[in-house]
């Protein structure tokens, strides 16, 4: 399957830092990413979809000045977490959808293939 | 919007059959996934259904009822290493995934 990597995996920052996490497609290009974010015992929450090229969609109660996103290349997407709080403290997923040049593809094909995740920590 | 409801937690025993169910109500449906995640960890994918019926690989099914909006994981043959949390997730018509909160499966020897 596609390898998606994730830079770091965790990283601590102060208050009032800013923090990027970088999102790759190894193996294939990904025109979408998604980036998500779960807090202990919760599930993921969509914060943004990234396309290449593009401006970023964020979803409703996502402040798109705080959390920047580039995807630069079809291979990178890049998260910033701007002037970071305690309450920012999260895991960071981000995921990439590759689209099939030409021909017929299941749809399955268009799941999300996952990065390992970032763990952020302000102090 | 989504929603999306799933139980928060279930015991099972080495061997035995667990079945996690999934119900959910969506503006939008264009599929319904379910992940493995283990704590710490990104998810990894299990299965897909898009139309109604069940698909099995392996130890792992699920099944699906786009009428009842309704769908459920079943796991054989539990082994210790299947203790993760699943997630229940769908997908909408621009290929974004809503998630349920995540069930925590403990297979207990």
């Known amino acids: 399957g596609a390898v998606v990597s994730q830079h770091p995996s965790w990283v601590i920052c102060k208050s009032g830092t800013s923090v990027k996490i970088e999102c790759r497609s190894l193996?294939?290009?990904?025109?979408?990413m998604f980036w998500y974010r779960q807090f202990p015992k919760q599930s993921l929450m969509l914060m943004a979809t990234s396309n290449e090229g593009s401006k970023a969609t964020y979803e409703q109660g996502v402040e798109k000045d705080k959390f920047l996103i580039n995807h630069a290349s079809l291979t990178l997407s890049t998260l910033t977490v701007t002037s970071a709080h305690p309450e920012d403290s999260s895991f960071y997923i981000c995921?990439?959808?590759?689209?099939?040049?030409?021909?017929?593809?299941?749809?399955?094909?268009?799941?999300?293939?996952f990065g390992p995740g970032t763990r952020l920590t302000v102090t | 919007g989504q929603n999306i409801d799933q139980p928060t937690e279930m015991t099972a025993t080495e061997g035995a059959i667990v079945q996690i169910n999934c119900t959910y109500q969506?503006?939008?449906?264009?599929?319904l996934f379910w992940y493995q995640q283990h704590a710490g960890e990104a998810p990894t994918f299990l299965s897909y259904?898009?139309?109604?019926g069940l698909e099995e690989k392996g130890r792992f099914s699920s099944f699906l009822s786009r009428s009842k909006g309704y769908s459920y994981l079943l796991l054989k043959e539990l082994q210790m290493k299947d203790s993760a949390s699943y997630l229940c997730a769908v997908r909408d018509g621009d290929y974004k995934l809503s998630f349920g909160a995540g069930t925590t499966v403990t297979v207990r020897a």
């Open positions: 193996d294939f290009q990904a025109t979408t």
């Open positions: 969506t503006s939008g449906f264009n599929g």
């Open positions: 995921s990439a959808r590759v689209i099939p040049l030409g021909g017929f593809v299941e749809q399955s094909s268009y799941e999300q293939y």
């Open positions: 259904n898009v139309l109604d």
